[in-house]
């Protein structure tokens, strides 16, 4: 309270700005759930009584040896989490969000099983074992593999596959039904593999029906649909009652999808993950902040869209989120709407408001708009991924231009204080702190991707006559600069993945700016009128278009 009043004061008496840009909270107690050891050791110990719940009461003779079974198994899935998925092990939230996902899968699976044992001995319109076999078929038994491959990514899809086939089997019958092992993890496989790109809540649907046809096949494999008696095909029982466990067999797996369909936005707005279908989502272009830019920073926006290309395309080379790159790109510069005239596609040509300034003014200028990107992200609500990449997009890389500037005019102030006979250290000081982006660097494949596709467009508007081999020249030196600068430490790229980044970016830059042949004029040059009507006009002499330089 008193620091608002103190910073009252100081604007009154113009010593501080009116304006407070927005900030992300971060607070000791969220970052210590998030990575504190006892937080994860009680999502483990929540995990593990939840599983025994669901065991125990199972009525086998030995429940106890399934118990301890299923807590080697459990072991097993957090050494694969450790040593295949380190950031995921490391994430409190991402670790509820795995495990939490499984208990509702076994819990499901749970239910249904029950219920079918139930059904034995009622009468219905089938005999009771059909009866029985419909809700067998009716387990959901890709629920789990199908959601995580969703959020987290394929690999997070198999490993669900693999453990929650194993937990399912202990759950329904024991150690022994390979039946429920063998269809939960072909089935997991089947969702996992339609599932690794998915754009439309419509494509959902699509892998349900996969998904229940791989049910449906497997089946019939192991005599659970069926069978039918070919020699009486007058008897219509046997192929109602095949009618009905295949419509069962084929509908478990859709239902699968609608289950995913329903608590998959819940996840994603409870952990603060963004999937493929939300970032087609966030990539409309009629955004309001995209739609200021527009009208406000059209230099900007036309620089957004080129960097959504090429970053676009080489996250495509190396297997990266490339929605996740394009969506960023047309973000990642939101800041420049406070002061567009001061960056330099948006400035008119008879003028350059960096002339009247500082070099330290300037680069401040230029510097702000990354904070000014992050106020802007936050008051509309844009997710924590586009959030962090406007934040990085420039790591703490220098901008060399000013510097430079200020250096040039360091020496000249230096040689004209040798003559004033002025002190040294009445000289301006130049430090290189002053001209960095305040950063973080980057710190995944795609921000390094965006990042280094900016400066590379940004370059690649000084090239006086384009090139193959200027271009190439180019994205090398860029590359090279930040490598030595160490902005590309602290993200996970590889050199082989830079040298696909790299080759990308020349192919898409070679397709845009390549030079256009020089075709002749529609029109046809009338010849001045003579005084002798029987001169001949001579034809139009074909003009030779020359050779295109890409």
């Known amino acids: ?114 219920t079918a044992d139930a ?70 496989f089947v969702a996992v593999f339609v599932t690794m790109r998915v754009r439309r809540w419509t494509q959902l649907l699509r892998a349900g029906v996969f ?44 239902l699968t999808a609608l289950l995913a369909t329903l608590v998959l936005p819940i996840f994603q707005t409870v952990f603060r993950i963004t999937t493929d279908i939300s970032w087609l989502e966030l990539s409309d272009l009629n955004h309001p902040l995209l739609k200021r830019l527009t009208i406000e920073a059209p230099g900007t926006y036309h620089h957004s869209l080129v960097v959504a290309n090429l970053s676009e395309a080489a996250a495509e080379a190396i297997g990266a989120n490339a929605t996740m790159c394009r969506v960023c790109s047309y973000f990642h510069d939101i800041g420049k709407l406070v002061k567009p005239e001061y960056f330099t596609e948006n400035m008119r040509r008879d003028r350059n408001p960096h002339d009247e300034l500082a070099p330290t003014m300037s680069a401040l200028i230029i510097i702000a708009h990354v904070k000014e990107g992050v106020d802007l992200a936050l008051k509309h609500g844009l997710n924590q991924e586009v959030i962090d990449l406007i934040q990085q997009h420039h790591g703490t890389s220098l901008v060399f231009f000013f510097y430079k500037r200020a250096l040039q005019q360091q020496e000249d102030a230096r040689a004209g204080g040798k003559i004033m006979n002025m002190r040294e250290e009445d000289l301006p000081e130049v430090r290189e702190e002053s001209f960095r982006y305040s950063g973080p660097r980057p710190q995944t494949k795609e921000a390094a991707i965006v990042s280094l596709a900016d400066s590379i467009e940004s370059a690649s508007r000084s090239l006086e006559r384009v090139t193959p081999q200027k271009i190439d020249q180019l994205i090398g030196d860029i590359i090279q600069a930040r490598l030595i600068d160490g902005q590309l430490k602290e993200c996970d790229l590889t050199m082989r993945e830079l040298e696909e980044v790299a080759e990308s970016f020349k192919h898409t830059l070679q397709s845009m700016m390549h030079t256009r042949v020089a075709y002749p004029s529609g029109r046809t040059e009338r010849p001045e009128r003579t005084e002798r009507r029987d001169t001949p006009i001579p034809a139009p002499r074909p003009s030779v278009p020359p050779v295109s330089a890409a």
């Open 1 to 114: 309270m008193l620091g608002f009043f103190e910073r009252q004061r100081l604007v009154k008496k113009g010593l501080a700005s009116s304006k407070l840009r927005r900030r992300r909270t971060e607070s000791e107690f969220l970052d210590t759930l998030e990575q504190g050891v006892i937080a994860k050791i009680a999502v483990f110990a929540g995990f593990v009584a939840g599983l025994g719940l669901l065991i125990y009461p199972e009525g086998s003779p030995q429940p106890m040896k399934n118990v301890f079974i299923a807590l080697l198994i459990f072991l097993t899935a957090l050494a694969q989490l450790w040593i295949n998925h380190p950031k995921t092990f490391e994430r409190n939230s991402r670790l509820v969000l795995i495990f939490l996902v499984f208990l509702l899968h076994l819990a499901v699976v749970k239910m249904v099983l029950i």
């Open 119 to 188: 059904q034995i001995g009622t009468a219905g319109v089938l005999n009771p074992l059909a009866r029985q076999q419909l809700w067998w078929l009716a387990v959901p038994l890709a629920f789990a593999p199908l959601t995580l491959s969703v959020l987290l990514g394929r690999y997070h899809g198999l490993f669900a596959t693999v453990f929650i086939s194993l937990w399912s089997a202990i759950v329904y019958r024991g150690t022994t039904d390979s039946v429920v092992l063998v269809m939960s993890l072909i089935c997991g």
């Open 211 to 254: 998904i229940g046809l791989a049910t449906w096949i497997l089946a019939v494999m192991f005599g659970m649909v069926g069978p039918v008696l070919w020699g009486s095909l007058g008897d219509g029982l046997h192929w109602r009652a095949l009618g009905w466990q295949s419509a069962v067999a084929v509908g478990s797996g859709v």
